[in-house]
Nanobody, 126 residues
């Protein structure tokens, strides 16, 4: 059984920073690509960032240059460092595991798997 537990959300002013953590249980972590998604009220859940088991990363255009995804395989933890936060970043953030990587030419994309964390609220005030 895989469990994902997020932490690190909160209230921050625009321009501030937060770091989200996702601790994973089970042996899936070291071989699994991971992703961070977010869902704002009235909107669909969307991929924010993904990282392969080898550490290659990909970001949504809206967060490029501001967010950084990383992982510590020894701690079974994936992080999302969020800098220069904007009010439009306000959402519930979810960790995802067990997804797949599809390679297209020299690029790749992540399709979410079946394992989700409980979500952590991030609120950015203007």
């Amino acid at each position: 059984q895989v469990q994902l537990v997020e932490s690190g959300g909160g209230l921050v002013q625009a321009g501030g920073s937060l770091r989200l953590s996702c601790a994973a249980s089970g042996s899936i972590f070291s071989i699994s690509a991971m992703g961070w998604y977010r869902q704002a009220p009235g909107k669909q859940r969307g991929l924010v960032a993904a990282i392969t088991s080898g550490g290659s990363t990909k970001y949504a255009d809206s967060v490029k240059g501001r967010f950084t995804i990383s992982r510590d395989n020894a701690k079974n933890t994936v992080y999302l460092q969020m800098n220069s936060l904007k009010p439009e970043d306000t959402a519930v953030y979810y960790c995802n595991a067990g997804g797949s990587i599809t390679y297209v030419s020299t690029s790749w994309y992540y399709t979410g798997g079946n394992y989700w964390g409980q979500g952590t609220q991030v609120t950015v005030s203007s």
